[in-house]
């Protein structure tokens, strides 16, 4: 059996969304459905989620861009969580996750997940730890029942798809921790379960009973994204033995998944230099049988603070290019604090521009019609043409706005040079007089 087969939620929803998900990724249905049974796509919708567009993320569709959101201990405000929500939306990120710490957890979610069409993804193992960290107590003194009731409660809510650091083995974990890293273990997900598994002494409890985990997404059709929580946070640390190690175990796991029907993505890295993305990504789509990849920029430089993401619209174009599928965005508050709503606004522009630089260098049609509709605009002085096919056109508009009436720009002005040859000969510019 397929996992279309056995995934009857899946194809439930190729019944009733699968046009608009073959005109929106300019596929057929059944590129679509083979994708789906190889694992090379996953389609986010878990039907409690009331208002979700089933959205496809994996090849050989479109690459996708994520925007994170959610409170912190230090900005704890849930209002401008749902307008950072908003902004999101209108940007154009196709999903987002909310990485809520503090406050009301359920509330945050559950508000999250009334007011966005956007599919929803969460990281469940901050929802158990909280309550801990809030009571002065050891963020990993949670208990292996509490972190699964914590993944079937966000299941029966309607989350869409769930950072799982299921790949986080002790081995793993003892590797990205032994000193041989300049920045050991980055992720908050990751070193939460390398503290768990240390101060017990055993295995990773997604790990150990990751049938059980399989069984609650199956139900609710929720898309695991096998996180990288030893991924490399400094450009040093990329492709060391930690990282393929649970590179390694997330392939294994992968397969596993889809076999039992439950769909899955791949978290990848990180902070990589620019010559090491295309090795790391096809070496990664490799070991996990071009699952769809999920990539965090990468960022290729760690020295751009207050501009990251910048350095990861730079690593997440070359991604793209070498075959990730859906970019999770970066925002000037990268490691900084946390971004408030123009940073979401940034953040999603850039993620854009690094998916629209991919996909017309891989010669995907949209993509390249887009540059081009915008160049033949610019020759012909269109601004309104321009704004229409622009990534951004709310600032294209905003920038121009007190030079509008003039045909050319303020940035040459009367110098402007695709005016300069107007009302000249053609015989004269080439200095052929007849
Ligand atoms: S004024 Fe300069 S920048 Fe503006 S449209 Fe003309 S050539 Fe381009």
């Known amino acids: 059996m397929s996992l279309t087969d056995k995934n009857t939620i899946v194809s439930k929803y190729l019944s009733s969304h699968g046009d608009t998900l073959a005109t929106h990724e300019h596929l057929g249905l059944e590129a679509i459905r083979a994708g789906l049974d190889a694992g090379r796509m996953a389609l986010l919708a878990n039907p409690s989620h009331k208002n979700v567009s089933p959205t496809l993320i994996g090849q050989p569709g479109r690459v996708k861009v994520n925007a994170n959101i959610g409170t912190s201990p230090m900005i704890n405000n849930v209002e401008m969580e749902i307008q950072k929500l908003k902004l999101a939306e209108k940007a154009g990120a196709h999903t987002v996750m909310d990485l809520s710490t503090a406050g009301d957890l359920d509330e945050v979610r559950v508000r999250i997940l009334e007011a966005s069409p956007l599919p929803l993804g969460t990281v469940p193992l901050y929802s158990v730890a909280q309550p801990y960290v809030a009571r002065g107590q050891d963020p990993s003194d949670f208990t292996v029942d509490e972190l699964f009731e914590e993944i079937e409660k966000e299941a029966e809510q309607g989350v869409d798809f769930m950072t799982l650091h299921c790949g986080v083995t002790a081995r ?116 996990t049988n071009n699952a769809p990849l999920y990539v965090l920029g990468p960022l290729t430089t760690d020295a751009a603070a207050g501009y990251d993401h910048i350095a990861g619209a730079i690593g997440g174009a070359q991604a793209a290019y070498f075959g990730a599928d859906f970019l999770c965005y970066l925002t000037p508050a990268e490691h900084v604090t946390l971004p408030g709503p123009e940073d979401v606004w940034d953040g999603v522009k850039a993620s854009l521009i690094a998916a629209q630089s991919a996909e017309t260098a891989l010669g995907r049609p949209w993509a390249v019609e887009r540059d081009l509709n915008i160049s033949k605009a610019r020759a012909a002085l269109d601004w309104e043409a321009m704004a229409d096919n622009a990534l951004d056109p709310y600032t294209l508009r905003k920038r121009r706005q007190d030079f509008h009436k003039e045909k050319e720009c303020a940035m040459c002005g009367s110098f402007c040079a695709i005016r300069m040859l107007e009302g000249v000969e053609d015989a004269m510019i080439c200095g052929k007089k007849s």
């Not at 598994?197 to 609650?216: H, S, W």
């Not at 990282?243 to 076999?259: P, T």
């Open 172 to 287: 793993g974990a003892s590797l990205a921790s032994d000193g041989r890293r300049i920045l050991g273990i980055v992720s908050r997900g990751g070193a939460l379960l390398a503290r768990w598994m240390k101060r017990r002494n055993v295995e990773n409890p997604l790990l150990e009973n990751y049938d059980r985990l399989l069984k609650i997404c199956l139900k609710h059709n929720v898309t695991i994204s096998l996180g990288d929580g030893l991924r490399p946070g400094a450009g040093a640390d990329a492709g060391d033995a930690a990282q393929w190690e649970e590179v390694s175990v997330l392939g294994d796991l992968a397969k596993r998944a889809v076999e039992y029907g439950v769909q899955i993505m791949i978290e990848g890295p990180g902070h990589v230099p620019l010559h090491l993305v295309q090795s790391q990504i096809q070496g990664i789509k490799r070991l």
